[in-house]
Nanobody, 125 residues
Framework: QVQLVESGGGLVQAGGSLRLSCAAS????????MGWFRQAPGQEREFVAA?????????YYSDSVKGRFTISGDNFKNTVSLQMNSLNPEDTAVYYC?????????????????WGQGTQVTVSS
């Protein structure tokens, strides 16, 4: 199994920045990519960003965060971070780290097998 632990959530004013981090442990040799999702109250879990560990380390972003959020990772340390800039109240959600044990063009929860417990991000207006 793979365990994921997120950190870095909190409260920030609109226009501000936050950085989320996630560390994987356990059978990390299985991991082929890592990503972030978010879920606001009453809404479905939404893809935010992902990075793959093979080839060129390609990154993937949802349209709602492209240009504002940046995902980065270290496949040797099995860590991934999400730098979030220009935050707005619509970004308020619980953010989940995820890891995949298969190769894919990541963009859906179906691509990921392992999940963290989540960290709250609240953006005040």
């Amino acid at each position: 199994q793979v365990q994921l632990v997120e950190s870095g959530g909190g409260l920030v004013q609109a226009g501000g920045s936050l950085r989320l981090s996630c560390a994987a442990s356990g059978r990390t040799s299985r991991i082929r990519g890592m990503g972030w999702f978010r879920q606001a109250p009453g809404q479905e879990r939404e893809f935010v960003a992902a990075i793959r560990w093979w080839n060129d380390g390609r990154t993937y972003y949802s349209d709602s965060v492209k240009g504002r959020f940046t995902i980065s990772g270290d496949n040797f340390k099995n860590t991934v971070s999400l730098q979030m800039n220009s935050l707005n109240p619509e970004d308020t959600a619980v953010y989940y780290c995820a890891a995949a044990d298969s190769r894919s063009d990541y963009g859906s929860a179906r691509d990921f097998n392992y999940w963290g417990q989540g960290t709250q991000v609240t953006v005040s207006s």
